[in-house]
């Protein structure tokens, strides 16, 4: 004999009588293939199709909820890799601004010593020619 009480549909919370004994949804979900198999083997064939029925819906809903927790992990992994290349992009730009400056102090460096060899070679004609 198959008897079935809900505490509430779709949380899995589902009892089932089948005999003397009582299974819960999660229960029937969590045994192995061949356990269940044993037990509703000799049932009415209606009774083994709601059971059935039962241990799909409850293995869907498991599946689901797995998917659900890898999809989570992996949103949280692309978040940190976003945070971690961002930082790095952070860097990237403030080494690239310390570059330029640094490329732009040396470039008036150099046209200022340039500037200043010139200014001498105006004010000293003939004196570095070499013979």
């Known amino acids: ?6 505490d509430s549909e779709s949380s899995g919370n589902t009892t089932v009588q089948i005999g003397e004994y ?3 949804e999660a229960g029937i979900v969590e045994m192995n293939k061949q356990q269940f198999n044993d037990i509703i083997q000799g049932l ?15 293995l869907t809903r498991k599946a689901v909820q797995k998917c659900r927790q890898r999809q989570n992990m992996r949103l949280n992994e ?3 890799k976003k945070k971690e290349l961002q930082e790095k992009l952070r860097d990237a ?3 690239q601004e310390e570059m330029t400056l ?3 102090r040396a470039r008036l460096r150099y046209e200022h010593a340039q500037s200043r060899i010139v ?6 004609p003939g004196v570095h020619t070499h013979k």
């Open 1 to 6: 004999m198959l008897s079935e009480s809900s």
């Open 22 to 24: 009582q299974f819960t």
């Open 44 to 58: 009415p064939e209606i009774q083994s199709i709601l059971l059935r029925d039962m241990r799909r819906r409850g």
């Open 78 to 80: 692309l978040d940190q």
């Open 93 to 95: 730009v403030r080494k």
């Open 102 to 104: 640094e490329y732009e």
């Open 119 to 124: 200014e001498h070679l105006r004010k000293h």
